[in-house]
Nanobody, 119 residues
Framework: EVQLVESGGGLVQAGGSLRLSCATS????????IGWFRQAPGKEREGVSS????????YYADSVKGRFTISRDNVKNTVFLQMDSLRPEDTAVYYC????????????WGQGTQVTVSS
């Protein structure tokens, strides 16, 4: 059973930092993307960042490039998102996800963790 467990959310002042963790279990690292989406009230869920477990390649949304860094620890089966220079517009519920891009494709979601950035 694929499971994703998030931690690291909280309340921070603008300009501060947070580090999110996503502990994964129940699947191999073949043909998976792992990362985060976020959703603010009244807005659609948007992709933030992801990492390919096969080759380590990464993706960042334009809004977070230069401020967020995704990394992984394959021994601990954990993906991290270091968030620096946080802005109030980063306030959202952040969801860890895993996407299997083999056949048939599938996706899995964590429970979400609240990130709040005050002005």
């Amino acid at each position: 059973e694929v499971q994703l467990v998030e931690s690291g959310g909280g309340l921070v002042q603008a300009g501060g930092s947070l580090r999110l963790s996503c502990a994964t279990s129940g699947f191999t690292f073949d043909r998976y993307l792992i990362g985060w989406f976020r959703q603010a009230p009244g807005k659609e869920r948007e992709g933030v960042s992801s990492i390919n477990n096969d080759d380590g390649s990464t993706y960042y949304a334009d809004s977070v490039k230069g401020r967020f860094t995704i990394s992984r620890d394959n021994v601990k089966n954990t993906v991290f998102l270091q968030m620096d220079s946080l802005r109030p517009e980063d306030t959202a519920v952040y969801y860890c996800y895993a996407e299997y891009y083999g056949l048939p494709p599938n996706e899995y979601w964590g429970q979400g963790t609240q990130v709040t950035v005050s002005s």
